[in-house]
Every structure is written in C-alpha cells, then in structure tokens.
Nanobody, 122 residues
C-alpha cells in the first residue's frame, strides 16, 4: 500500500492559482487527483501514468490545470490556474498500483490521501 499526503490547499480569489502536492511513500502505476465539492459526488480531475508521464484531464479543466511529477521525490503536483468558485472542493490524491486502474474511476484506485481544501472566493 502506498501512503499519500496532500498539501497546498487554501483560500484564493477567483482567477488566482494554487499548487497542490501529493507526497507518495512509494511508486504507483498511476497517480490522480479527484475532488468533491459541497453536496456533490467525488469527480475525476486529472491523472498521470507514472512511468510514461501520459496525462489525462477532465473536460472542465479546459487547460487551466497541469499535473506533473517529481520522480526523485515521489511527488505529484496539480498546478491550478484561473481558479473559479466552482472549483471549490476538497481535493484528493489517489494512487493506482496496477494496470487494473482506470483513470476516471475512483473505485479502481488503491490508496487515497486525506484531502486538502481548496476554496475560491468570487
């Protein structure tokens, strides 16, 4: 099992930026970010195959977010620019440990972080 620790959330005005970090205790097959807004279901945000670096994004990202990794630190980042009030949510990091993971399906990931709150004011 891979342990995940997120950081970097906070309060920001609309149009601002935040960078989320997810420190992993080991290497995963795929790393992803999900989010859960108030009264909403958890939804996919972005994912990356660790070895190849191939990335995926939800449609609502619209070029505003970028997922990246630091191999030496076993850390995944989510750079979020152009934030909107609708982006307000708890953001979770997830790790899929095998080829069975499907990037948009939360139930296929093996490990989850504790979540970090992102609040965007209008």
């Amino acid at each position: 099992q891979v342990q995940l620790v997120e950081s970097g959330g906070g309060l920001v005005q609309a149009g601002g930026s935040l960078r989320l970090s997810c420190a992993a205790s080991g290497r995963a097959f795929m790393m992803a970010w999900f989010r859960q807004g108030p009264g909403k279901d958890r939804e996919f945000v972005s994912a990356m195959y660790w070895n190849t670096g191939r990335t995926y994004y939800a449609d609502f990202v619209q070029g505003r977010f970028t997922i990246s990794r630091d191999n030496a630190e076993n850390t995944v980042y989510l750079q979020m620019n152009g934030l909107k009030p609708d982006d307000t949510a708890v953001y979770y990091c997830a790790a899929g440990l095998s080829y069975r993971v499907y990037f948009t399906r939360a139930d296929t990931y093996n490990s989850w972080g504790q979540g970090t709150q992102v609040t965007v004011s209008s």
